[in-house]
């Protein structure tokens, strides 16, 4: 299985990005995704997740703001970021755990992306 993130980037507060999570080995329409987010020095934190039947969940830092959303037949996770803020700036990372539903325990997540940068500057 591999999950390999892009999209990332720098921008400015207010702004909006898209990342994408494209997998192999593993089919998103039968498990749980979602995005996760880490600073330096901090534990990872669950952002926002989806479920096989696509029932979504977000974290209340990202609600109103962040969409994730998936295409089953692309094999692929996004997640549509807007109005970010300098406090949105973290490596985001997309995982897949082998279940339908999901939580935002990480340790729950067996699949990882590699990552992928956001900078938010103010």
């Known amino acids: 299985v591999q999950l390999l993130e892009s999209g990332g980037g720098s921008v400015q507060a207010g702004g909006s990005l898209r990342l994408s999570c494209a997998a192999s080995?593993?089919?998103?329409?039968?498990?749980?995704v979602g995005w996760f987010r880490q600073v330096p020095g901090k534990s990872r934190e669950g952002v926002a997740t989806?479920?096989?039947?696509?029932?979504?969940a977000y974290a209340d830092s990202v609600k109103g703001r962040f969409t994730i959303s998936k295409d089953n037949a692309k094999n692929t996770l996004y997640l549509q970021m807007n109005s970010l803020k300098p406090e949105d700036t973290a490596m985001y990372y997309c995982?897949?755990?082998?279940?339908?539903?999901?939580?935002?325990?990480?340790?729950?997540?067996?699949?990882w992306g590699q990552g992928t940068q956001v900078t938010v500057s103010s």
């Open positions: 989806i479920g096989a039947y696509g029932f979504t």
């Open positions: 080995g593993l089919a998103y329409s039968n498990y749980c």
């Open positions: 995982a897949a755990r082998t279940y339908s539903g999901c939580l935002f325990d990480e340790s729950r997540y067996t699949y």
